[in-house]
Nanobody, 123 residues
């Protein structure tokens, strides 16, 4: 069982940066593929980025070049550095974990989810 807790969301202006964190419980964090998803108001949950347990990454086209995922296995934490934020990035951001090797972009494949953190980007 893994518990995920996101933090770092907030209200920023277009062009600003934010760094989200997702702290995981448990002792096998390095064995998990981690991902970030987001859900804007009135829209479906959307894949943002994933990092495999070997630290390979895969980004959605909408965030490529602006967002960077990283992980610190010693701290059981995954990060999402978001630069050049746009109003369309406004959403609740969720951290997800899957105990498996591989790259997973479908939300239904993930076993554990955090409660989400709100990111609001004003124009």
């Amino acid at each position: 069982q893994v518990q995920l807790v996101e933090s770092g969301g907030g209200l920023v202006q277009a062009g600003d940066s934010l760094r989200l964190s997702c702290a995981a419980s448990g002792r096998t964090f390095s064995s998990y593929a981690m991902a970030w998803f987001r859900r804007a108001a009135g829209k479906e949950r959307e894949f943002v980025v994933t990092m495999t347990r070997s630290s390979a990454t895969y980004y959605a086209d909408s965030v490529k070049g602006r967002f960077t995922i990283s992980r610190d296995n010693a701290k059981n934490t995954v990060y999402l550095q978001m630069n050049s934020l746009k109003p369309e990035d406004t959403a609740v951001y969720y951290c997800a974990a899957k105990l498996a090797a591989g790259t997973f972009v479908r939300a239904t494949l993930y076993d554990y989810w955090g409660q989400g953190t709100q990111v609001t980007v004003s124009s």
